[in-house]
């Protein structure tokens, strides 16, 4: 960790924390010599994008993020985004030091001073630097990062095959205790299922929730197709609610295919004629096998091809 002693305050390099702070999805590392991040309001170098290492977001992973695609130089549904991040922000008591006008330039800015043309932007709001106890009332100066950045996709191979997964025994957060409808800096619960996922080789791990329901992946969201029907977790199954989610949602119900958001046990799964995963990062990938259970042919289906298809062609529309 870089860390540069200054008279009364110790910084850590913003890249430092958000390497620490992201690895939800795969992105490279930054390349770009030039690269700005914005930091409390300003452009800067990486160099020079330092906090506190007083900050909760680094002590307690207290704060909120978003992991948003640019597709044609363009953030994809910014909106939708900007509006997650302020319910996030609502949700832990954390008040934003810009309004989501304010916010939108910000993005808008940093996506274009680092001539991002298709890429990812991770944005992140930490509670800011207080003392070393929990008390939010001594925090001040919640930071607003905002990091623009390429992106690694899984192997194109897993798309056209389809990818392999298995059920992590960690299950989802129980919604009452810190609710998976929050997007937040805390994210060893899916840390914690995704060491499962990797220890068996598989890129993804499926989560159950408190009740043994499917809740979602790690960092993704899961749809299957039984008998034409598409069908996905609700978000009180204690989901994230993904865009991609809500997108696909749109997209199959435009092109006709019956969508319902239901309980599924992992069962429906097994039994499925189809099944695939969402996130800004994967998109929308193919799932071929859970827990060593081939799913349908074992081959991407006709209706993950079709919604495959139409995100893509969405995505450059939008
Ligand atoms: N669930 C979890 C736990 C996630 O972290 C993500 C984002 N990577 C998703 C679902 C997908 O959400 P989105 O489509 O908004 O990226």
Redesign the pocket.
Known sequence: MTVCLQPDVIFVRAEVLSAHLSA??PSESPTLMSQKIYLAGKLVSKEQAVVSVYDHGLLYGDGIFE?IRVYSKKVFRMKDHIDRLYESALAIRLTIPLTPAEMTRALEETVAANNIVDGYVRLVVTRGAGSLGLDIRRTSNPQVIIIADSISLYPEELYEKGMEIITASTIRNHPGAVS?RIKSLNYLN?ILAKIEGTDADCQEALMLNHLGHVA?C????IFIVKNGVLKTPPTDAG??E????NVVLELAAAEGIPVQETTLIRHDIYVADECFL????AEVIPVNKLDGRVIGGGSPGPITKQLRARFQKYVREA
């Not at 993904?242 to 989610?245: A, K, N, S």
Request: net charge negative.
């Open positions: 939800i999805n992991g998976p899916n979602e790690t960092g993704d969201n989901i994230l993904g865009i991609t989610r969402t996130g800004s990062a």
